[in-house]
């Protein structure tokens, strides 16, 4: 019996994007909370380079960063791919996961930057229902940030980055992100992570 | 060996992100064509194969372009899976750690610390030149008793920290600060000289000259910028 275990937040995005990892793949995995405020022993030992989450246990082994994780239930459980298998393909989904890291990096600057980062993304998009195509592939877990909580962002700063109007394929894509029943699971309650968000109003990072 | 195609390498004389990619091409014994950009005038070929980023390095195999560095190299390991060596461990915990530690010298910390230290002045260095001694206390402690960054072959991380051997001595130039030492850092100064005794990757390196020339340049129009603004 494989044992899996999962350090996690459950406001951030990047820790969520592996619990919808190993659902999608039907993995069992033990779910431990963690309090970033105060970091515990355990989260420390296992990852005591960047001392954040998600960090993911495997049969005693442990590993940290979401896109790496990512990378690596992808080898270890191949049934449901979130990856293609042909290199050019898994080349460019790589770049994309990327893309949506490095934006979500630079996230204090420029609304104009941020637009033309969106732009991009539904070109991508290509009239798919996902990044993956008809299913949701490694992209669509990396942009869970902009799938979900980049619209209780704006509620709670009143900032309007994304709207309809502006940008119906995203948004089209946002919906059936959401509505994707594993993705579902996954999800913080929203009024919940509202109030998250509007504590931390003053400093909205979900890094720690 | 698989069917090579055509592939084409659009990087610059100096970029070292340019340089990970040719050693990999080189040490699998890949045949490429070299195009030197020149990044304050772009060339159309440059513009058609990386629209979103118009960076440097661009593979192009077969017509078909991939960009951002490590996924390149990523890809020539998949494509060229035949020939070693291999850049990434068969284990999959291990090739998680070599990926960690790639990612850890480019986004998290390494290269943008190094960034701080050389562009700016005053506390602003400081903290930079601070943030470079954990870092590498960090990659210090993850060295010890090993080969490479990868293990016991050379690997898509050692590619990634490659910068270290080449660009770090023309920045302690230029700053007239030590930046990596014997006494500190004996295991990354091993593995600094472990990685330049490979003949492909010690007959790549940019001229030292030139670059000095051309890192003091940049290092003196973000100091005069800075002035500038703050004046």
């Known amino acids: ?153 704006q509620e709670v700063s009143g900032m309007e980055l994304v709207t309809r109007d502006k940008f119906p394929v995203l948004c089209k894509w946002m919906d059936e992100f959401v509505e994707h029943s594993v993705v579902k699971e996954t999800l913080p309650p929203r009024d919940e992570l509202h109030a998250e968000f509007e504590a931390r109003l003053g400093a909205p990072s979900w890094k720690y | 060996m698989a069917d090579q195609g055509e592939v084409k390498l659009l990087k610059t004389w100096s970029s070292l992100f340019g340089l990970r990619v040719v050693w990999a091409l080189k040490l699998k014994g890949i045949p490429y064509e070299s195009v030197d950009e020149d990044l304050t005038n772009k060339s159309d070929l440059l513009l058609q194969y990386n629209p979103v980023h118009t960076k440097v390095p661009v593979l192009i195999h077969n017509g078909k372009s991939i960009c951002e560095s490590l996924v390149i190299l990523e890809y020539i390991d998949e494509t060229w899976s035949q020939n070693p060596p291999r850049l990434l461990p068969r284990d999959p915990i291990q090739r998680a750690s070599a990926r960690f530690w790639a990612k850890f010298m480019d986004e998290k910390q390494a290269l943008p610390s190094m960034w701080q230290a050389f562009t700016k002045e005053g506390r602003e260095q400081e903290e930079g030149v601070a943030s470079i001694a954990e870092n590498l206390k960090l990659l210090e402690a993850e060295l010890e008793g090993k080969k490479f960054l990868g293990g016991e072959e050379i690997g898509i991380p050692d ?73």
């Open chain 1, 1 to 153: 019996m494989e044992e899996v275990k999962l350090l996690g937040w459950w406001v951030s995005p990047f820790s969520r994007r592996v619990e919808l990892a190993l659902k999608l793949k039907g993995v069992g995995y033990e779910y431990i909370e963690q309090d970033l405020a105060h970091k515990s022993q355990l989260l420390l030992e296992y990852n005591p380079v960047h001392k954040k989450v998600p960090v993911l246990v495997h049969n005693g082994k442990t590993m940290a960063e979401s896109l790496v994780i990512l990378e690596y239930i992808d080898e270890t459980w191949p049934n449901n791919p979130i990856l293609p298998r042909n290199p050019y393909d898994k080349a460019m989904a790589r770049f994309w996961a990327q893309f949506i890291e490095e934006k979500e990096e630079e996230r204090g600057k420029l609304v104009e930057e941020a637009s033309q980062c969106f732009i991009t993304l539904e070109g991508e998009l290509k009239g798919n229902k996902f990044f993956g195509g008809e299913e949701i592939g490694m992209v669509d877990i990396a942009a869970n940030f902009i799938g979900y909580w980049l619209g209780v962002v």
């Open chain 2, 159 to 231: 590619f990634a920290l490659g910068w270290l051997v080449n660009l770090v001595p023309v920045f302690e130039e230029i700053l007239g600060l030590k930046i990596v030492d014997e006494e500190r850092h004996p295991s990354l100064s091993e593995w600094s000289r472990r990685i330049s005794d490979i003949p492909v990757i010690e007959e790549s390196w940019p001229p030292r000259d030139k670059l000095v020339t051309k890192w003091a340049a940049i290092r003196d129009h973000f100091l005069a910028t800075a002035r500038a603004s703050s004046g």
